[in-house]
């Protein structure tokens, strides 16, 4: 059987260079196709789309196509009364991502973990990103949360390092994009936590139009962030960067696993990387001439289900909100 994650991260503890990792939600996914790059497949990801998303009528008519011509019919039953029946609550749809099956720790994102896929029915759930004009997704990997964000919201930047992964993530939007019912688009771009908006060269690079359209983000979005100190520090030390930039504090959704492990220090089960998590979300940071700190909430995870993964008490859903303290 497959390893629980909370096992395979358990292994990352004592892990040398050569140590690889797997994400269980590959496990139950159909490959159809090698991937473009060495080491990637493309998986289909089943999954429901509520009709609200999908059109504003919950009424549609059954044609049929009236012979000679060849130009569409209208159904009427044996009475000679017009058909009109009513849609299924849902329709079922396939996403079709490409991604890696097994990498180095560093490289984790070219994956889809179960983080991702918890904010993804996060979205398809929830109203809230419908009419947002701008949503940033930090730490997007291979996109298939931005696929998802756009159905609602006008401009997704989906955001990574890495010219592999941001070429992997730009096949996977390409891919889907096309075949789903939207009006909005996402844009790639690279931005190193560590070093935000520095790199601005590349087919990634960051544009005077993109900048100006990033002052205007609503949402923020990140899923499976939480797994090295180093990058949460990073990630917390980005998201301050990003509010001199911002007009007004959006919304920040973040989804993670809770990966328990056992502890030399605790010797016993513990999750290290999460309680980091905990004390960045209560830290106070230098912001301007004052200090900034987040205004947090835990979200309950009980809501409908739309993607085929094993829902765990581990996976957690937070909403956090920046505030300027002078």
């Keep these: 059987p497959p390893l629980h994650p909370t096992f395979i991260w358990c292994m990352a503890e004592c892990a040398g260079p050569e140590e690889t990792f797997l994400s269980d939600v590959h496990v139950g996914h159909f490959t159809t196709a090698p991937g ?18 999908v059109s504003s009528s919950d009424l549609y008519l059954y ?31 396939v996403l079709l991502i490409e991604h890696a099956m097994s990498t180095p720790l560093e490289a984790v994102g070219q994956q889809v973990w179960r983080g991702a896929l918890l904010m993804a ?7 809230r990103l419908r009419g947002s004009h701008v949503v940033l997704e930090l730490g997007g990997g291979v996109g298939l949360v931005s696929v998802i ?36 688009s996402v844009v ?21 139009e993109d900048l100006a359209s990033l002052e205007r983000t609503a949402f ?36 993670l696993e809770k990966r328990i492990n056992f502890t030399l220090e605790d010797l016993a089960p513990a999750s290290p990387a999460y309680k980091h998590f905990r004390q960045c979300l209560r830290k106070r940071y230098p912001f301007g001439k004052g200090t900034m ?14 993607f085929q993964y094993d829902r765990t008490k581990e996976l957690e859903l937070w909403e956090i909100t920046a505030q300027h303290m002078c």
Excluded: M
């Excluded at 497949?41 to 009709?51: E, K």
């Excluded at 700190?293 to 739309?306: A, I, M």
């Design 36 to 53: 473009s790059d060495e080491g990637t497949t493309v998986s289909r990801f089943p999954f429901t789309l509520p009709h609200s998303i």
């Design 63 to 93: 044609r049929e196509s009236s012979g000679g011509d060849g130009e569409p019919g209208i159904e009427l039953d044996e009475d000679g009364d017009l058909v009109v029946r009513r849609k299924q609550q849902h329709e079922s749809l």
């Design 121 to 127: 029915d996060y979205l398809v759930h929830s109203s």
């Design 149 to 184: 964000a756009v159905l609602s919201a006008n401009l997704i930047f989906c955001t990574d390092v890495g010219k592999k992964l941001l070429d992997l993530c730009q096949r996977n939007i390409q891919r889907n994009l096309a075949d789903l019912n939207h009006s909005g």
């Design 188 to 208: 790639i771009r690279e931005l190193d936590w560590r070093q935000p908006f520095q790199c601005q060269v590349g087919p990634y690079s960051w544009s005077s």
């Design 220 to 255: 923020v979005l990140a899923t499976d962030v939480v797994y090295d100190d180093h990058l949460t520090d990073a990630f917390f030390s980005c998201l301050v960067h990003l509010h001199t930039r911002f007009r007004t504090p959006p919304t920040i959704l973040i989804s």
């Design 293 to 306: 700190e987040f205004s947090v909430k835990q979200l309950p995870t009980d809501f409908s289900q739309h």
